[in-house]
């Protein structure tokens, strides 16, 4: 394969990657703890929290604050799976690229 062709490839990959991460940032992902859930889209911004208000005991905020911490990491967690399962395509393996 000559430099050219080489070139070209590397740049349909780059494409390919760059429209990848865009659909992954674009993803919402929704974490659930307890009666908490939490959406985050891919660049692991939180977008909505949600509490089912039925479930708290209005004295239970330490409660309600680790309950919130486990929902936020599990939606920030299906975005690093996502993102490798999507993106190890081009990463080979290496993971912290994305």
């Known amino acids: 394969m000559n430099i050219q062709a080489m070139m070209r490839e590397a740049q349909k990959i ?3 990657m760059t429209k990848e991460k865009e ?4 993803t919402i992902y929704e974490g ?9 889209n891919g660049k692991k911004e939180i977008i909505e929290i949600k509490i089912n208000q039925e ?3 209005k004295d239970d905020i330490e409660m309600l604050q680790d309950i919130l911490q ?14 490798e399962k999507r993106m190890g395509k081009y ?3 290496i993971p912290g690229l994305f």
């Open 23 to 26: 659909e992954i940032d674009a």
């Open 55 to 57: 479930s708290l005991d």
């Open 70 to 83: 486990v929902a936020i990491n599990d939606a920030f967690k299906k975005v690093d799976e996502d993102t």
């Open 91 to 93: 990463t080979k393996g």
């Open 32 to 40: 659930e703890s307890s009666f908490v859930s939490v959406k985050a």
């Open 14 to 16: 780059q494409k390919e």
